[in-house]
């Protein structure tokens, strides 16, 4: 069965400084996709990545894949406080329609 | 920019009621999905439909849960006898294509929040 776990579950930072969200699964995939939820809302569409060796940007964040590794980044460069939110990264296995998400990350900023 | 409507937002149910939940996909999607998230915890599947029958469903979704698309828009979820342990947020979600297979994105409702008490 597919796993997909994110570390760290908790993050609080500064604004202004530079972090990595990691999204690590257990079995072959190359259809990786990040989410942002705001408390109380629905799951926003960040990132689709379809294929081993994807970067996109959008802002201040980076999502990248690695589906050797099996192992996907979002990074956050100078941290504004409206990127105060949950992350979940979410993995289809191949030819399968369940989308899996991971555990999410809670991510806080500090003015 | 089109999206997934969902209603209601909140539903408040006593045990044992039945709950039927609607959404509404995006017009040209042809995968349906329900998804759950306890509060606080991850988003976990529940089920995909097309082609007007069920493509996949999770051990969650037990014979209590039913899913329909009773015309050309409406996608429903019904839970036939809720429980307490059902209380959740419920999002409905579509996508133009077969995420597994081609890793087209699915868009997510706003979710309807049902409490049972």
């Known amino acids: 069965e597919l796993k997909v776990e994110q570390n760290p579950l908790f993050l609080s930072m500064q604004e202004g400084k530079n972090y990595t969200i990691y999204c690590n699964y257990s079995t072959t995939s190359d259809r990786l996709y990040w989410y942002r939820q705001d408390p109380g809302k629905s799951l926003e569409s960040l990132f689709v990545?379809?294929?081993?060796?994807t970067v996109k940007q959008e802002g201040r964040l980076m999502a990248s894949l690695d589906t050797k590794a099996r192992l996907s980044t979002l990074h956050i460069t100078a941290a504004v406080h409206d990127l105060s939110a949950t992350y979940f990264c979410?993995?289809?296995?191949?030819?399968?329609?369940?989308?899996?998400f991971g555990t999410g990350t809670r991510l806080t900023i500090i003015p | 920019e089109p999206e997934v409507t969902q209603t209601p937002s909140h539903q408040v149910t006593q045990m044992g009621q039945e709950v039927i939940l609607r959404c509404v996909p995006i017009?040209?999607?042809?995968?349906f999905y329900w998804y759950r998230q306890i509060l606080g915890q991850k988003v976990e599947f529940l089920v995909s439909f097309y082609n007007n029958e069920i493509s996949e469903k999770s051990e969650i979704f037990d014979d209590q849960f039913s899913v329909e698309r009773p015309d050309g828009s409406n996608f429903t979820l019904k839970i036939r006898s809720t429980k307490l342990e059902d209380s959740a947020m419920y999002f409905c979600?579509?996508?133009?294509?077969?995420?597994?297979?081609?890793?087209?994105?699915?868009?997510f409702g706003q979710g309807t929040r049902l409490t049972v008490v």
């Open positions: 979410a993995v289809y296995n191949f030819g399968n329609e369940k989308l899996t």
């Open positions: 017009s040209n999607h042809l995968y």
């Open positions: 990545l379809l294929s081993n060796g």
């Open positions: 979600a579509s996508s133009e294509g077969a995420g597994g297979l081609t890793g087209t994105e699915a868009f």
